[in-house]
């Protein structure tokens, strides 16, 4: 299903024009990506090997962000959650570098 932006009807997804209000639907290419953006970044927070899912996660979001029509408030949670992740699992690693870590 698509979304019309002007009037927030869903339409079928080979629809080229909203049935309600007769505009041009237009197609997110990038949805996938600001998707697996948030999804990777939500990963990351909770499992974060070196920090690579977050990373994975930043660098999708900023694509989808730059490139994303409708849907790129996704992506933009998606690199807000990653940089936050990315800093909590270095504040964690550096608790456990200096033995104040609660986590290891
Ligand atoms: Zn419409």
Redesign the pocket.
Known sequence: MIK?S??G?LNPDDTTY?Q??Q?ELKRDPYNTICILALVLSIVGFIFNPFYLVSIAGLVLGIIGHINGGPSKNLAMAGWIVAICSAVVSFLIDIFCTFGLGIFC
Do not use: F, I, S
Request: glycine share 0%; proline share 0%.
């Open positions: 019309c002007k009037c009807v909203c309600n209000c505009a």
